[in-house]
């Protein structure tokens, strides 16, 4: 295993993110993908997995967004 390969995926990205509300998003959108069959073990896979997490963290951001506009709450 190469060294870059240990400082990619959610743990890389979790070293730059502090609130603990957007870490446990990160790893649930994370898990929730090993459950329906992605995987980061080869480059193009890892690829496609980010992307994912990425549209689904977006997503997320996205929905939170609408609500706080209709006076829902986060």
Do not use: C
């Not at 240990?6 to 790893?27: F, H, K, N």
């Not at 994912?52 to 609408?66: G, K, S």
């Amino acid at each position: 295993r190469d060294d870059d390969e240990d400082d990619r995926g959610v743990s890389a990205a979790m070293s730059e993110v502090y609130d603990p509300q957007r870490r446990i998003e990160m790893l649930l959108v994370h898990g929730m993908l090993h459950l329906v069959g992605y995987d980061h073990i080869k480059d193009d896979d890892y690829e496609l997995m980010v992307q994912r997490e990425e549209d689904a963290l977006r997503e997320l951001e996205e929905m939170r967004t609408r609500r706080r506009r209709r006076g829902e709450g986060a």
